[in-house]
């Protein structure tokens, strides 16, 4: 039996959605700032995936590191309700292109990248 391929992408949340965007999730706790609704064209925004308020904080504080940043998160990640949310992304991506959207200046530094990895451990 094939292996499910997982094609999950990050993009920021402010560029135009396109068509190849698949299923498009905002994985921000909060809604970017002067964005509409209408234009964000958010399918999903599963918030228990979201880092929590106190780990952004403290990321974005004066001692907030990344690899440290990372290992909470993915603590955070293995919640019930975060596991539960995880798996219901991986369903979403069986197949189809899953979208993970952030207003975050740089994805690659940010809890989308630490999510990706989560959703689609082979990097497909």
């Known amino acids: 039996m094939p292996a499910h391929r997982h094609d999950v992408r990050v993009r920021r949340v402010y560029e135009a959605p396109s068509p190849d965007d698949g299923v498009r999730?905002?994985?921000?706790?909060?809604?970017?700032?002067?964005?509409?609704?209408?234009?964000?064209?958010?399918?999903?925004?599963?918030?228990?995936?979201?880092?929590?308020?106190?780990?952004?904080?403290?990321?974005?504080?004066?001692?907030?590191?990344?690899?440290?940043?990372?290992?909470?998160?993915?603590?955070?990640?293995?919640?019930?309700?975060?596991?539960?949310?995880l798996d219901r992304l991986r369903d979403l991506a069986n197949g189809q292109t899953v979208t993970l959207l952030t207003a975050a200046r740089d994805p690659a530094a940010a809890h989308t990248a630490v999510l990706r990895s989560a959703l689609d451990p082979a990097g497909t």
Do not use: C, M, N, Q
Request: proline share 8%.
């Open 25 to 85: 999730v905002l994985v921000d706790r909060l809604w970017p700032r002067g964005l509409g609704k209408t234009d964000a064209r958010i399918d999903e925004w599963p918030k228990a995936l979201t880092p929590s308020t106190e780990l952004r904080h403290w990321y974005h504080g004066p001692d907030g590191e990344y690899e440290e940043f990372r290992r909470r998160y993915e603590a955070e990640l293995a919640a019930p309700e975060a596991a539960a949310a």
